[in-house]
């Protein structure tokens, strides 16, 4: 696993190990970073469900200005940081070890992109987009990688599905808010 792109492209990732682990794989990545490259510079990122980090490191390598990095794993935390180090991006991050709904009923910042990649198939993303859409500013987008076919909501608070792509087996789902609430 890799940064494909940006002030860290080339710098491998390290990744935790075992059977519950699902890394983005790089076409994933890269697509979801083609669907988005236009709405990266300069912007607040939010990697929910972090794992290794590679997600927000990516978009902070293609000139996002900050990223929240969240799970529930101290070792997922711990590779994430280290991650951010040896990319040299950590000045431009911070790192939070909590459960996903806690940090989001908490947290008083607003963010423009919100990566969310959660173990599968266990209602999480489904359970945690409610949460989500408080925290993403007006105009902003949230990103959910899943298993092809599963359901998702069509509509979420103010967000709605923008566009669904299908990689092999996974799924991801683009949320923006709906067009009758932009104007």
Known sequence: MRVITGTARGRVLK?????????????????IFSII?????????????????????????RGAAYATFTDMSAESVDIVKKNLISTKLENNAE??????????????????????????????????????????????????EHPYGEEMPQTVGNFSIYRDYKYGKIGITVYRISEEDDR
């Open 37 to 61: 490259q236009f709405e990266l510079e300069g912007r607040r990122v939010l990697d929910l469900f972090a794992g290794s980090g590679q997600l927000g490191i990516e978009a902070l390598s």
């Open 95 to 144: 790192v939070i070890r909590t459960e996903a709904v806690t940090f989001l009923k908490g947290n008083r910042k607003k963010y423009d992109i919100v990566f969310m990649d959660p173990p599968y198939s266990k209602g999480i993303l489904q359970n945690t987009l409610p949460y989500v859409v408080e925290n993403v500013n007006d105009g902003g987008v949230i990103v959910c």
């Open 15 to 31: 990744t935790l190990e075992g059977e519950d682990v699902r890394p983005t794989t790089d076409r994933v990545k890269e697509a």
